[in-house]
């Protein structure tokens, strides 16, 4: 393996669980056209889930983990995922952000999950995708009504505050009354951590070791019991709200306003499919002008809300438009961005979705978000207030000038092909207005970013 001697690197298929997308065979670069991967019936290919057993039982690899940081592409793809054979529909744009967040968070993670297409997937009875890593730790998982999610999740956030304050009291009571210079270290050390990112868990675990170890304590004894009973909560936990467009632009925005108002570090990811997807394929706030949908079956005329702006007038919310398929670098440091963020924060995620009709299937899914971006249907951005202290301005610009005319990305979809179909002039009509929104956006935030 590259960087690491000595290693080999390999992908292994369990052919048991797979839902038959074949996005894995059309994003395989292959060599000379020639793919490596390839569709066959599962009868045939069952031998190659013995590969995937051996596989998932080998040991953890140190090693490997030292030598590429786990917000990057490869650092992220080696560590297991915590969400895994979910039930959702073959080539879903949601479930690649969902597991992207496991694997960087996943250890440590509390999801509130809207109703929707996410909780269906997420939480279907009587099993779920989620699940642990080889130290026994996942997300903690639990799902609530579309209208009050982002009220449920803060009020996990809430709770793991009262929680983690507690243990800061005492945690500042060994370190008044040790004489100890090395504990005192420890427990500044923690304390230093516990207002910033998540990524660094260190001194956590050196607060827990110390504790746990047989050395001669010079604090009382009643402290040291109640810190260990306690250290499921040392650690700083990541909570995530997850939902669909239908939740965060529609029936729950009143209590998501609310929640990113209250300033609490919380992060919420949006799985933005442009409409209803679970309820039957209904227009939403989400959808843009032009796109059929049921109540806008000749195309809806008025166009989608903008939620990002909304959220970056508050000043001192963290905003990011990803779109996975376009540009896997920008959305893992979006993530990575939004958690270590400690304040509020937002990342709306582009997910092609059945309801769309993109031609070809489900198996271009991820070209399609990458169309979407290069022919500027979907802006590629960041904002982080982080950057007003360093004079620069909070919003960094992503996406380039479009690359491809904007109505070719339409009509790679039945949702607008549709009305082209039925209603040309009506098209022509809709999407030149859209065309000439997309511009304008494009326009205003290069304008903000410089």
Same mark, same amino acid.
């Given at each position: ?271 933005? *499919? %442009? +409409?209803?997807?679970? /309820?039957?394929?209904? =227009? ?8 059929? #949908? ?117 009509? *790679? %979809? +039945?949702?607008?092909? /549709?009305?082209?179909? =039925? ?8 999407? #030149? ?18």
């Amino acid at each position: 393996m590259t960087g690491i001697p000595n290693l080999n690197f390999s992908i292994t298929i369990s052919a048991k669980d797979c839902t038959g997308c074949a996005n894995c065979v059309a994003v395989c670069p292959g060599m000379k056209k020639n793919k490596a991967l390839e569709m066959n019936a599962a009868q045939k290919e069952l031998i190659v889930q013995e590969a995937f057993d051996y596989a998932v039982n080998l040991p953890l690899k140190p090693e490997v983990f030292q030598k590429f940081k786990e917000t990057t592409i490869k650092g992220s793809q080696f560590k297991k995922p915590l969400l895994e054979f979910s039930g959702a529909c073959a080539g879903c744009g949601e479930t690649p952000y969902a597991k992207l967040a496991t694997q960087l968070f996943g250890d440590r993670m509390y999801i509130a999950n809207a109703t929707g297409c996410s909780s269906i997937w997420g939480g279907s009875f009587p099993s779920s995708p989620y699940t642990t890593n080889q130290n026994g730790k996942g997300p903690a998982w639990q799902n609530s009504l579309f209208e009050d999610n982002a009220e449920f999740g803060y009020g996990m956030a809430l709770a793991q505050k009262a929680q983690k304050l507690k243990i800061i009291n005492l945690v500042k009571q060994i370190e008044e009354t040790t004489k100890m210079p090395e504990i005192k270290n420890i427990c500044s050390e923690y304390l230093a951590t516990t207002s910033n990112s998540t990524e660094n868990q260190t001194p956590s675990a050196n607060l827990i070791n110390y504790l746990e170890s047989k050395t001669k304590k010079d604090i009382p004894e009643e402290i040291t019991n109640e810190l260990i009973n306690k250290k499921n909560q040392i650690s700083t936990k990541s909570v995530w709200m997850f939902g669909g467009d239908g939740w965060a632009y529609d029936i729950g925005f009143g209590g998501l306003d609310h929640v990113i108002a209250s300033g609490e570090n919380v992060n919420i990811l949006i799985f933005d *499919t %442009e +409409v209803y997807s679970n /309820t039957g394929g209904q =227009a939403s706030k989400a959808t843009p002008e032009g796109a059929v #949908a049921q109540f806008a079956s000749a195309g809806k005329t008025t166009p989608k809300k903008d939620l990002a702006a909304i959220a970056m007038t508050y000043g001192y919310v963290y905003v990011a438009q990803v779109a996975l398929g376009a540009d896997y670098n920008q959305c893992i440091k979006a993530f990575a961005e939004a958690e270590s963020y400690n304040g509020p924060s937002i990342i709306i995620a582009y997910s092609p979705c059945i309801n769309h009709g993109i031609k070809g299937g489900m198996k271009n899914s991820l070209l399609s978000a990458k169309q979407a971006v290069e022919s500027g249907y979907w802006k590629l951005f960041r904002f982080d207030p982080r950057n007003k202290e360093k004079d620069k301005s909070p919003l960094h610009l992503d996406s380039k000038p479009a690359s491809m005319p904007f109505k070719d990305f339409l009509l *790679t %979809e +039945v949702r607008y092909s /549709t009305l082209k179909n =039925a209603l040309p002039q009506k098209f022509d009509l809709l999407s #030149a207005e859209a065309e000439k929104q997309s511009e304008e956006k494009y326009k205003n935030l290069l304008k903000l970013s410089e």
